[in-house]
């Protein structure tokens, strides 16, 4: 499964918010071949068009999509020095898809921050510089290698050098090399590289309960938000202590909660979407009688692969798929009545799913 690691400096609340998130985790029977790694926290993907389905089908069961974070230990500074613990913070971010980097904007005199100050955007770089000069060792090994290949006028090695050149200077500056734009063909060559500051990034600013409702206004929040905007990153403002409360409470009394921090949502069912969407991930919907479920798929697959998600006999066996958009259905009130106005579809193999299509699929065993 895709995973988003959760990194920070000591003291920024990093343990506050997996805490929320174990506590807020998906319900166990509905997983039972979900990972059991410390680690790892699976969540609930929060989506309103689930409920609506439930409440138009009634089904026996509902079930929701899910996401897991991983919480990544390690010491940061000095990691890219390749020392002990360090080694294991990049080497766990490795093996990551997207980061979830928090940053303390929380002022809080009991709560000693490492540099003495709060300073959101001394901190993302502290954190950054690691990743950049792991990136950099990386780069410059690869750089020696294929500058060499590419003298025979090899094809390939002289477009990888090209984007080794472009990579370089930037990672040499300070910067992520997400902050490069790359075209259409430069794309899977620097997929290839694996880097660290490719990936894609939400910062997370854990702001203090008073000031959740308010976020936009806040002084780090603006600096994290200036500085994200320079490497076409995400932020999202949340508190993380007063969501390690929510994440316990019944949903009576989660709203009661939300409504007196003055905010709609809470902050980790925003950060859970937020890094669903980071990561190019989509949601369609099975609803039937027994059950009604939400899958997770990447956006851009076919019928067949999505099928697949399901059970792999799906996709091998995989004829066609009668499929209505969630709006249609919601619309029209029930599958039947859909059919009737025209608005189920029969698609093949080439169809592209899209995100809260409802789809049933027909295959052969
Ligand atoms: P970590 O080292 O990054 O894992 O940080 P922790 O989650 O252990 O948090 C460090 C301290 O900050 C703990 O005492 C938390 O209770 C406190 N803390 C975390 N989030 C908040 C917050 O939103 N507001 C305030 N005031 N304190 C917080």
Not at 63 to 78: L, S
Not at 197 to 213: F, G, R
Not at 243 to 260: G, N, P, Q, S, T
């Amino acid at each position: 499964a895709l995973t988003a690691g959760i990194v920070g400096l000591p003291n920024v609340g990093k343990s506050t918010l997996f805490n929320a998130i174990t506590k807020a985790g998906a319900e166990a029977a509905n997983y039972p071949f979900a990972t059991i790694d410390p680690n790892v926290g699976m969540v609930e993907v929060p989506d309103y068009r689930l409920d609506e389905l439930t409440s138009l089908v009634q089904p026996k069961k509902t079930v929701p999509a899910t996401f897991e974070f991983t919480d990544i230990a390690g010491i940061v500074k000095g990691a890219s020095k390749g020392e002990g613990l360090g080694n294991k913070f990049l080497s766990n971010i490795r093996q990551v898809d997207a980061i979830c980097h928090v940053v303390r904007c929380f002022d809080d005199d009991n709560i000693t921050h490492v540099e003495g100050r709060v300073d959101p955007l001394s901190d993302i770089e502290t954190i950054n510089l690691e990743l950049v000069l792991a990136d950099l060792e990386s780069v410059d090994k690869r750089y020696t290698r294929v500058a060499k290949i590419a003298k025979t006028k090899d094809k390939e090695a002289v477009a990888e050098l090209a984007v080794l050149e472009k990579i370089k200077p930037v990672l040499e500056a300070g910067q992520s090399a997400r902050s490069i734009e790359f075209t259409a063909e430069e794309m899977p060559i620097v997929k290839g590289l694996f880097l660290l500051t490719t990936k894609p990034v939400l910062y997370v600013a854990n702001v203090a309960e008073d000031e959740v409702s308010n976020a936009d206004e806040n002084d780090y929040v603006k600096q994290v938000k200036a500085f994200a905007e320079t490497e076409n990153a995400e932020v999202i403002a949340v508190c993380a202590r007063a969501e390690e409360e929510i994440a316990e409470l019944e949903d009576e009394d989660k709203a009661e909660f939300l409504e007196a921090l003055g905010i709609e949502e809470s902050g980790l069912d925003k950060l859970i979407r937020a890094a669903y969407y980071l990561l190019g991930l989509a949601t369609y919907f099975t609803a039937g009688v027994q059950e009604v479920r939400a899958w997770t798929f990447k956006a851009g697959m076919k019928a067949p692969e999505c099928a697949g998600v399901i059970h792999t006999d799906f996709e091998r066996g995989f004829i066609r798929a009668e499929t209505v958009s969630f709006e249609d259905l919601k619309e029209y009130g029930s599958m039947g009545a859909a059919k009737e106005a025209g608005r189920v579809r029969l698609e093949g193999k080439e169809y592209v799913v899209q995100d809260g299509d409802v789809m049933l699929f027909r295959f052969n065993v």
